[in-house]
Each structure stands twice: as C-alpha cells, then as structure tokens.
C-alpha cells in the first residue's frame, strides 16, 4: 500500500485547509486510516481517524470540533478538514493506515504516507 499526502501549506490562524490521503496498492475496506502529526521536538501525536467498516470516526481532543476526517471509498482517498487552526496545529501532517489494534495508537498503523507540511501564522 502507498499512502500519498497532500494540501499542507501556510494559513492564518482561524482559516483552514483540507488534506488529503490517497491510498493505491490496496484497498482499504476494514482499515483505519488516520491523521497524525509531529511538530518539532514533539513525538508524532494522533490526530484523527475514521474505520471504513461502519464509517466511525475518532478524534483527539485537541481538535474535536475543529477537524473533520471523511472517507470516499470508491476514490480510496481519505480527507481531512482543518477548520479554526491555531497556531499550535502547526506540524507535518501524516496520514497512516492499520487493521488490528487501537485506533488511536501509532503502533496500530503499517503503512505510512510522506507528510505534508502545515504551518499556521499568527
């Protein structure tokens, strides 16, 4: 599976951007698929994900309310909304995708896209 990332770039807090997960090699029918992301000197840190298999989504806390993660299957792409960004999402932004194991920790995750860069100014 090659998981490409991409939509990151430079925003102003409050503003957003959508990113997007494009999967080839495999489909990805009853994986998760998730967002993490790493900010310097920080470890990599999950941010969102969504479990094909019934269309469940998780997020973390930091941006509940915020973030939207969406899935379109038939394009095997995986979305993710950034809306109200702070300053403090600034990060590369990795989308990930597992079977077995918690949807919220790394270790779950196999395949991993390259990274897209997300940089919020004040």
Do not use: H
């Amino acid at each position: 599976v090659q998981l490409q990332a991409s939509g990151g770039g430079l925003v102003q807090a409050g503003g957003s951007l959508r990113l997007t997960c494009a999967a080839s090699g495999r489909t990805f029918s009853n994986y998760a698929t998730a967002w993490f992301r790493q900010a310097p000197g920080k470890d990599r840190e999950f941010v969102a994900a969504i479990r094909w298999s019934g269309d469940s989504t998780y997020y973390a806390d930091s941006v509940k309310g915020r973030f939207i993660i969406s899935g379109d299957n038939a394009k095997n792409t995986v979305y993710l909304q950034m809306n109200s960004l702070k300053r403090e999402d600034t990060a590369v932004y990795y989308c990930a995708g597992g079977l077995y194991g918690s949807t919220y920790y790394i270790g779950t995750y196999e395949y991993w896209g390259q990274g897209t860069l997300v940089t919020v100014s004040s």
